[in-house]
Structure formats: structure tokens, C-alpha cells
């Protein structure tokens, strides 16, 4: 649509040029500028939106929401009208958000002025009276949500797909008149000026109507939105076989907009469709990727891309990234030693920078209180640092004979850890080149004090990773000696061990319903034990080596940098069905699919130049926030959308 309104208006110019109307011209041009329509762009309609919220002018906002109802809302049928009101509703909203995280209580109170008698008796508004009144909204049950990013940029990709497949249809409706300059000429006559019997109404697809439910809070009814036939598009028109061309062209863009938006449309009729991916920060087709091949069935994808973002404080190869308990803040450690705590709502901010004398080789998150972060150094200390006082609370001096603290892993109650230590390697190329004594230690968190030291059969070695389950009652490690442990955290024992793999363990988790464990070990590969069968292997799949290790990044004149796993190299979604992997150049998502299946990949984080050498996967609602941090000292933050079906 907006590629044939360019077209159009070049006509038109060329017309006027030819015959020397240059005063008709410069009014031409002029009033393109002052254009309300904006051309039937739709990235420069939310442009003009977001510009009239970031300068708090209600007023306008208001009077360009109003125009595009009567211009454009007015003339869908009235199936359509709930979606357009949820639209309203959520661009408020947005707007009041703004309000509150930028401070500006003047703004916020101001709203509620002018719209109380509008609003006062609509249900979904009842709530948000108090919204002034409170010190700390984004942290209210009620509100929390709305000031969340995934909230935001799930109502800007639901907005700009509503305005989209709208100017898609039109186009549609237009291309049975467009054979001549004429019908060119008058195409905006035929669409939006009333005829004599009525306005022109325009039918949508059928998985429109759903889009009321996008761009709020709740997300899982995204479910509904299944891309059916489009031949709910109603359009008159002589030819049957011209129509039903049509129909095909627009069922192709239409599945390219929601499951394959990498590629292309091939039809010179897309114009809509290439139009929405000129801009690929506010494009929601250009977050998704298609796992099928060329000409294979097409599959509806179960996570939408909506936006990615770069951290790049760090000036070194990252060794741990980890996102706190609550979703909130993110801890990232370089090789160099230096720590960011960062967030990444609403925008990313440092919050603290920690540098160290002393080498720092792992840390974790304490998950009571969440604000306190345990670091574990190369000379035998543990410190517990508080991100919010920016200060060391307490330093824990562990063993000197095993002064290198592999791993850190703080109970889901939060009154203890346990933390690896190892004795000192001689080899510099590995982190433990050979198996190496080692302690594994469990520690008060309230009393800062030594509780036990855990027994490792056959004998005492280096622990690289450990992982508790949902409660605490187990703790699962994997060892440089390549087994595995499981600990009966009631007992504190050993409930079994099994070898698992040739050379170390690098990274271990257990399974959405604990009944197995994950490991990827130095011999690269994916396994998955059954913990009520020692030993029992469940299912090995197969994953590339840039996603296990060791990785290498290649520079000029032959340099090469090899770096072996250190943090955590998978991570699960909220439902343990999808797998987060490293690669050479992103995050990878799997589907693990039982049986033979293997491993099915569905999407592509990309947007690394380095290989990725520790990812997280922090789930929230049906959204989630992806880590992925690579060896140049990129950390790249994805939030994804949850397609659920």
C-alpha cells in the first residue's frame, strides 16, 4: 500500500512538472509533509505516536488517535470494533507508563483529569485511579506487568501487525483497479471517500479479530491467533482466476509476516510486506525465523523475536552471565575480573561496576535476598556483595591448598551454598587440564560459617558445575573427572554417580520435571540421564562444537584465542520443552523432541560477531529474556514472544 501511494505521488509530480504547475507543486509537496496518513507507513505512524508520548502532549495523541479512527477504524466492520478499543486502551496505558518510569507525576496526574469523565465508568480502568498515588507502581501486582519490556514491545508489534495486515488488505482491494494511471490517481477516492449508499467497508482476515487480545497482559490467548485461510477477505471483482491469484499472493505474504520473515516475498504485489521489514528495529517480521527449508512444510514457530538489545561494558571475553531470581538484573564476569551488575528495564542502566585485585573465576545469585551476589575468586575467598549498597558484606576465606573456586550454587531457600574449590594446575591452557583434587563445601549464608564438606567417590576431584532442584532436596554436579554426582541434600550423601563422560563435565541442570539431569561434557556431547537409574542413559543428541567447547575466536596474522567452558553453556524456557545453546554467532533454540526426533531447531538469536561462549534464559509470563555473551565482550539480551498452542 505505501509503495503505491509513493508511486502515485511521483505520477502526480511528474504530471505537474511536464505541464509547469509549479505552484500546485510546492502545495503538493507541502501537503505531503503535513500528511497524517504518513504515506500509509506504518513504522512512521507509531513514530508519530511514540513522538507525541515522549513529549507528553496528550492532546495531540489523542486528536491523531481520533483521525485514524474516522479515516481508517471507522470503516472496518463492527467484528473489528473490540480490537480497535483494546488498541486505545493499550496506548493509554503506554503512555502512562511512560509517565511514571520518566518521573513526570505532573504528566500522570494530568491524565487522569482530562479523561476521568470518559474513563470513570469503564471497567478496565477502575484500577488505575490510584496509579498516581503510589510510590512504587512497577513493583504492584496490578501494574507490574505494564511496566514490564516484554508488555511494551508485545503492544508496539501488535499495533504495527494491526495497522500492517490493514494496508495489506487495501492494497489487495486496490490491485484490481490499479491497470492505469487513472485508477492510480483516484485509488485513495475508492477506499476512504464516502459513496452514495454508505462508507466502504473493509473485511480483514479472520486472525484479526483476535488481535484484541495482544499488547496486555495476557499473552497465552496468542494461541488464537492461527493463521487460517485469508479467503475471509471479501472483495468484488470480475475474473475468477485473477481473484484466486490474489487470494495465493496474499496468503504467501501473509505466512511470511508470522512465520518465515526472512525470506522475501517473491510477488511484485508485496509492497506491504517489504514496506513493514524497511525498518528492522520496529518490525515484528523481522524477529521470527523459519526452521523449515525451502519448499518443506511450513511450522508455526513458538517463539517471536520482538526485540534485541546489546550490552557492551565489558571490553574482554565473558566467562558468567546470570540473570537474578527475580528477572530484574543481570551479573556478567570477563576474563579480566570485572563484574557489571546491570538492568534491562525499562532500559539498560549499570548499576555496579566490581573490580577485584585478586582473579575472579565464577559468582551466582543469592535467591534470598535477591540483591546479594556471591563471587567466588582464584585465591580461595567467597565474597557475598550486596548490587543495592555496593559493598562487600562478608569475605569467606574457603581452603588455601584449594584456592580456585570452580563453581557457586545458592540453595532455592537461600540459607546456604555450596561451592567448589580446587587446587592449582600448572597447565595454563585449561581450566583443569587433568583431574585435580578438589572440595565440594556447603555453606551457612546466615552464619557465614562452614556447615559440611560433601564426600566424593572415588576420591577428592575438581567440581566444574552443580545445579539444585526446585526445592533444594538435590543437588546434581558434574566433575572434571567426568562423572556426574547426585546429592541427597536431607542427608547430605551422595544418593549415586555415574560416569558420563570422556574428559570433564562442563555443564549440568536438571530436567522441567526433575525425573532426569542434562550434561554437556569436553567429548561435546548432550546427554540426558534418568537420576532413578544410575548410569541409564535417556537420550544423546547432537549439537555442533562451537555449542560445547572449547571455543575459538581467530584474529589477524594467525592469532587465535581458545577458551574453555566456564558458565553455563544451556538453558530451558519456563516449560523445559526448548533448549538455549551457544553457537558461532548467537544463541540457538531447540525443540527437544523425544524419541528419535533429536534436536529441531526453531529460531536463531544471532547478533554476535564471536562465538558465544555462556547463555540464561529468564522466563516471565509468556515472555522471556535471552542471554547470550560471547568472547568479545558482547552480551546480547533478546526478548522473546511465546507462541503457544
Known sequence: MASAVERTDDLVREYLVYRGFTSTLKYLDSEIKADKDKGFRVDKIIDQLQHFIQNYDLNALKEYWGY???????????????????????????????????KNLEKTQEFFLKQALELQGQAEWRDWFILPFIPAPEQNHVFAPYFS??????????????????????????????????????????????????????KLPAYVQHMDRLGDTELAPLKDSKMPSVSGVTIESSGASTRQRRQQDHEKERKELFLNPEKKAESSDGEAHTEMQS????????????????????????????????????????????????????????????????????????????????????????????????????VGTVRLYDTDAKKNLYEMSIDEAHPRILSLACSPSGTSFVCSAAARVLDTGS?????????????????????????????????NCNAFNHNGNLLVTGAADGVIRLFDMQRYESAMSWKAHDGEVYSVEFSYDENTVFSIGQDGKFIQWN???????????????????????????GYKQVQVPHGQLFAFDSEGQHVLTCSSNGGLIYRLNKGEGGLESVLSLGGHKAPVVTVDWCSAMDCGTCLTASMDGKIKLSTLLAQKS
Not at 466492520?77 to 486502551?89: Q, S, W
Not at 477516492?189 to 473493509?202: A, N, P, R, Y
Not at 542413559?537 to 560445547?548: C, F, G, I, M, R
Open 279 to 378: 525498518d528492522p528495529t520496529t518490525s515484528p517480521t523481522n524477529q521470527a525465523q523459519a526452521s523449515a527449508e525451502v519448499g518443506g512444510p511450513e511450522v508455526e514457530q513458538p517463539f517471536i523475536k520482538l526485540s534485541q538489545e546489546e550490552y557492551g561494558e565489558h571490553h574482554s571475553s565473558i566467562m558468567h552471565c546470570r540473570v537474578d531470581c527475580s528477572g530484574r538484573r543481570v551479573a556478567s564476569l570477563d576474563v579480566d575480573g570485572v563484574i557489571k551488575v546491570w538492568s534491562f528495564n525499562p532500559m539498560m542502566q549499570t548499576k555496579a561496576t566490581i573490580m577485584s585485585k585478586s582473579p575472579l573465576l565464577s559468582l551466582e545469585w543469592a535467591t534470598k535476598p535477591d540483591r546479594l551476589l556471591l563471587l567466588g575468586s582464584g
Open 68 to 102: 485514524l479512527d474516522r479515516r481508517l477504524f471507522c470503516r472496518l466492520e463492527d467484528i473489528y470494533r473490540p480490537t480497535v478499543n483494546k488498541l486505545r486502551t493499550s496506548l493509554f496505558r503506554y503512555y502512562l507508563v511512560y509517565t511514571v518510569q520518566t
Open 431 to 463: 581450566r583443569v587440564s587433568l583431574p585435580v583434587s578438589g572440595q565440594l563445601l556447603l555453606w551457612d549464608t546466615k552464619t557465614v560459617k562452614q556447615q559440611l564438606q560433601f564426600a566424593l567417590e572415588p576420591g577428592p576431584v575438581a567440581i
Open 531 to 557: 537420576i532413578h537409574r544410575s548410569g541409564v542413559k535417556q537420550l544423546e543428541y547432537s549439537l555442533p562444537q562451537d555449542a560445547t567447547g572449547p571455543f575459538v575466536l581467530s584474529g589477524y596474522s
Open 149 to 202: 519490556r516484554q508488555w511494551a514491545d508485545t503492544f508496539i508489534v501488535s499495533l504495527h501487525n494491526f495497522l500492517s495486515v490493514l494496508f495489506q488488505c487495501m492494497h489487495i482491494l486496490l490491485s484490481f483497479v490499479m491497470n492505469s494511471l487513472i485508477t492510480l490517481l483516484y485509488a485513495r477516492l475508492l477506499l476512504f471517500k464516502k459513496k452514495d449508499d454508505g462508507l466502504v467497508h473493509h
